[in-house]
């Protein structure tokens, strides 16, 4: 089992800062990615940004959020400055894992709510 578990969340005004994290535990071998995806009220699940493969943005957050990765933690980190109200969605972040049995499979993290409001 593999279990990743987001954190960071929380009410920001238009203009501020928040920095996600996301850690994956359990039976890892290896971890060949890891995304952010969000999902804003009334709307499908859209991709953020992953970590590498190239590091990839979505163009709504290009130059605003940055994504980084600590391979020894099994961490990704999701630095979003200049929110605004569009940007309000639960954030979801998810992993392509290596599990201790050569299986590999994508997992995803519960969520963590961002509201962007005034």
């Known amino acids: 089992q593999v279990q990743l578990v987001e954190s960071g969340g929380g009410l920001v005004q238009p203009g501020g800062s928040l920095r996600l994290s996301c850690t994956a535990s359990?039976?890892?071998?290896?971890?060949?990615?890891m995304a952010w995806y969000r999902q804003g009220p009334g709307k499908e699940r859209e991709f953020v940004a992953r970590?590498?493969?190239?590091?990839k943005y979505a163009d709504s957050v290009a130059g605003r959020f940055t994504i980084s990765r600590d391979r020894a933690k099994n961490t990704v980190y999701l630095e979003m400055n200049n929110l605004q109200t569009q940007d309000t969605a639960v954030y979801y972040c998810?992993?392509?894992?290596?599990?201790?049995?050569?299986?590999?499979?994508?997992?995803w993290g519960q969520g963590t709510q961002v509201t962007v409001s005034s």
């Open positions: 998810s992993a392509i894992v290596e599990d201790t049995w050569r299986r590999t499979s994508e997992y």
């Open positions: 359990g039976y890892i071998a290896s971890i060949n990615n």
């Open positions: 970590s590498e493969g190239p590091i």
